[in-house]
């Protein structure tokens, strides 16, 4: 379980891993937290990082998507 907070504003408790999530819906979950917090808008070093951290997972979770499809087929 993790826990971001950010005193007295904002303060989030994730266990994405008990969630019955995707893991694009997982992705999309972080995107959306770190967009809520104001992240995705800061021009910094970390932000970018972030963003890229992001769209990497986003990007190997349709890939893992798209390989589970064709072992089902």
């Known amino acids: 379980?993790?826990?971001?907070?950010?005193?007295?504003?904002?303060?989030?408790n994730l266990n994405?891993?008990?969630e019955k999530?995707?893991?694009t819906e997982k992705t999309?979950?972080?995107?959306?937290l770190c967009e809520g917090m104001g992240i995705a808008e800061k021009?910094?070093?970390e932000a970018k990082i972030i963003a890229a951290l992001?769209?990497?997972?986003?990007d190997m979770a349709r890939e893992i998507?798209?390989?589970?499809a064709d072992i089902a087929d």
């Open 28 to 32: 999309a979950y972080i995107k959306g």
């Open 65 to 68: 998507d798209d390989i589970e």
């Open 16 to 18: 994405l891993e008990d």
């Open 21 to 23: 999530m995707t893991l």
């Open 54 to 58: 992001i769209d990497l997972c986003d």
């Open 43 to 45: 021009d910094t070093a």
């Open 1 to 12: 379980m993790y826990n971001l907070c950010e005193p007295p504003v904002l303060c989030f």
